[in-house]
């Protein structure tokens, strides 16, 4: 039994002696470091230093990446002719509005009145040329008013009044006109001009009464009351502020 046990021991220490050997042969001596010693002198200092040691052995950390540039600034033109040039959604303005917005009009000099605008011309009043025959007969007075007052005066008090004959005369061409644009050269009938003579407005409104007779009234008594917008009252001596005169026109006889 001691002879077998012997020779187990014996087969063991052979195995760990060729195990050994081939160690070293693979190995070899000079590729092993010695273990530091931790007990050694300077041996702590070693231990803290070897991670140093190895992260400045290692690669290098990635720098971080510069910060893009701002982009530069856009660079105005040096140019005489507006926002327009650097920026192409602002349209350019006409030369002739260019020049006007620069250029206002100069204020009046001192002691010079401002221009007022200018006034429409007036169309002057239509001259009578008997392609209608025309026939006037005599005013009548039918109502009048006192200054400030809003009843009509009585009748027989409202007397007679100068100068409505030349007043119908001197529109006898407007209202020739109005019956040609209507009815034509050959118109026939009678026309009741009414005309209100307002002496305290300064006015007068002229229209065609019932008495009227003939075709197509109302658009003839629009065009003369139109037409005789610009009349003024006869500038003669008068009694009351405001007359009412009927004036009875015979027409193509």
């Known amino acids: ?24 042969l693979l190995v070899g001596p000079g590729d092993r470091q010695p273990l530091p010693d931790p007990f050694a002198p300077g041996a702590a200092a070693i231990a803290v230093q070897e991670p140093a040691a190895a992260a400045q052995a290692g690669p290098a950390p990635a720098k971080p ?18 926002t327009w040039a650097i920026d192409p959604l602002i349209k350019k303005p006409d030369a002739a509005t260019t020049v006007e917005a620069a250029a206002p009009a100069a204020p009046p000099q001192a002691g010079q009145p401002a221009a007022s605008p200018a006034s429409p011309p007036q169309a002057a009043p239509a001259k009578y040329s008997g392609k209608v025959a025309l026939e006037a007969g005599a005013p009548f007075v039918w109502r009048c008013w006192a200054e400030g007052s809003d009843a009509p005066l009585e009748k027989d008090s409202c007397g007679t009044l100068a100068g409505v004959d030349g007043l119908v005369a001197g529109n006898m061409g407007a209202i020739e006109q109005c019956l040609v644009d209507s009815l034509g050269a050959s118109a026939t009938g009678t026309l ?29 008594s629009g065009c003369i009351r139109t037409a005789m917008e610009g009349a003024k009252p006869p500038a003669v001596d008068h009694e009351h502020a405001v007359y009412i005169v009927f004036v009875t026109i015979g027409v193509g006889s």
């Open 192 to 220: 009741s001009l009414a005309l209100k003579i307002d002496y305290t407005g300064g006015r007068v409104k002229a229209w065609l009464g019932n008495s009227t007779k003939i075709e197509k009234m109302e658009a003839i």
């Open 1 to 24: 039994m001691r002879k077998e046990i012997a020779i187990l021991a014996a087969v063991a220490v052979g195995s760990m002696a060729l195990g050994f050997l081939l160690v070293l």
């Open 65 to 82: 990446a510069a910060a893009k540039a701002a982009p530069a600034a856009p660079q105005v033109p040096a140019s005489t002719e507006g």
